[in-house]
């Protein structure tokens, strides 16, 4: 998982770090090679990731950190576990941000279930779009019961744009929807409209990036609520 954008600007680890550096009047490339690293590049990047919060490829780093530092290895685990729990904080408030802004948004609609979860291949789905594909909108003045009917006309409607094709594209052939009622309701049903299965919470989706050259595509891949 990414490391949030909202995690404060100095971590306690990069406080520790830069402090001691100061210190000892070692700069960034000779800390690294101190800490073990022999590719001085490579180590840095390490540094960086480090010092931004992201602390799932540092461990060799942080092995290499208390000699570098002339500190005591509790003291840099601290730091760690301090920087750890200060980025599972912004995570958590970047999630419940998101959550209010979704529930804010959200307005009754369907996804379509497929037999592909994941799009084959996966840059047609970046280029036309998830939502293009996958989700149905409601006509809402047409009311809650009309919500199935338009789910399973919306399936036919996307189906007839490519005429002849029994396939989406990139996820195959349609083998259900699911029609979200409200952000904690949802129903699955089968091609003939028959309900399933009652669903928790509303069927979503999650960001996948990808990446062309330095430019980056966001797509959104169906995710199970479960």
């Known amino acids: 998982m990414a490391v949030p954008s909202s995690l404060h600007s100095e971590a306690p680890i990069e406080t520790l770090v830069s ?4 210190k000892f009047g070692l700069s960034k490339a000779e800390l690294v090679r ?5 590719n001085v590049a490579k180590g840095l990047r390490r540094l960086h990731e480090l010092c ?3 602390l799932s490829k540092s461990a060799v780093l942080i092995r290499g950190l ?3 530092l002339a500190l005591a290895p509790d003291l840099v685990s601290a730091a760690v576990e301090e920087t750890r729990q200060q980025v599972e904080q912004a995570r958590h408030r970047a999630w419940a941000e998101e959550d209010a802004r979704w529930r804010a948004a959200f307005k009754p609609h369907a996804i379509i279930l497929t037999e592909r979860s994941r799009p084959e291949p996966f840059f047609v789905a970046a280029f036309i779009g998830v939502d293009r594909i996958l989700r149905v ?9 009309s919500f199935v009917h338009q789910a399973l006309n ?6 007839a744009f490519k005429s002849g094709s029994d396939a989406l594209p990139a996820y195959g052939r349609p083998t259900g929807v699911i029609v979200n009622y409200t952000p ?3 129903v699955r049903f089968d091609l003939e409209g028959n ?5 928790p919470r509303a069927y979503r989706a999650v960001d996948v990036q990808l990446w062309i050259g330095k430019n980056r595509l966001q797509l959104q891949a169906a995710q199970d609520p479960s």
């Open 154 to 159: 919306g399936i036919r409607l996307k189906l």
């Open 52 to 54: 931004s919060g992201d």
């Open 137 to 145: 909108d409601f006509d809402l003045t047409a009311g809650r019961a």
């Open 34 to 38: 101190q800490a073990g690293y022999q």
């Open 19 to 22: 402090n001691r550096c100061r």
């Open 184 to 186: 904690d309701r949802a």
């Open 195 to 199: 309900a399933l299965e009652i669903l």
């Open 66 to 68: 208390p000699g570098a």
